[in-house]
């Protein structure tokens, strides 16, 4: 990528797609476009249309989606599937009739198989029934995974899909309903600690395993990607290591100064018992994480401080 060349990142304002802005901005890229949901709804397939053939962009960053937790998921099914559909149609079909030079599509772990064995490797993908809470999500993200195929094979385009693994970070979500179960936490302790409660609740037994990657990680990795990686299926964005929530617990209380005690309620759900991504495919070609879970989680709560205490 020419360090003045077009580069449109879909999606800027969210963790991922303001981490890989940054990311571009740190690497001196000087023409980078974005756009508000306000001045381009992406699911409208004509505006979408004027969008490319006006602008014009040479790369495309795909990290714009519709997201939420378990809840808005199994909630807002419709719209998750026909949103998240609407915009990958409309910005990769006009990627490819503006001939931009490559474009990556952004997905995410839940595309893999509810019972799929450990760690999640790229072939297992549709080996087996989905979770049910995420199925729209996840059937659309794998939907995007095939469109980026399918126009290689008949078109040519260099489109490649990438899948991260858990995130969190800068701009995280820290909903009290909708957030993820890293983000989740750390509210929680904060809250806890600031109003004197002796006792954290936290649900399940503390024993399902996770995996979480910093998105200025992700953002690394997928500009790495883009200069070097130009392959066909998709390829999976993780660390490759995983903690039990309990231990994620545990750190996220050390690291916020929450003195009270963390108790378990086991008559709530764990979900499912481990989901770690394999990232052999991605070591191979060169890239692996640099920050490490403990500074990860102190950076994501100086940035919970700043835009919420």
Known sequence: MEKNAKIYVAGHRGMVGSAILRKLESEGYTDLITRTSKDLDLRNQQAVADFFSLVKPEYVFLAAAKVGGIMANNTYRAEFLHDNLCIQNNIIHNAYLNGVKKLMFLGSSCIYPKLAPQPLKEEYLLTGPLEHTNEPYAIAKIAGIKLCDAY??????????????????????????????????????????????????????????????????????????????NERHLINVGTGEEVSIKDLALLIQDIIGFKGKISFDTSKPDGTPRKLMDVSKLHSKGWKHKIGLREGIALAYKDFLAKFA
Not at 165 to 190: C, K, M, Q
Not at 191 to 197: N, Y
């Open 152 to 229: 290689r094979d008949q078109y040519g385009c260099n489109f490649v899909s990438v899948m991260p693994t858990n995130l969190y970070g800068y701009n995280d979500n820290y909903h009290p309903e909708n957030s993820h179960v890293l983000p989740a936490l750390i509210r929680r302790f904060h809250e806890a600690k600031i109003s004197g409660v002796d006792e954290v609740v936290i649900w399940g037994t503390g024993s399902p395993k996770r995996e979480f990657l910093f998105a200025d990680d992700l953002a690394d990795a997928c500009y790495y990607l883009m200069l070097n990686y």
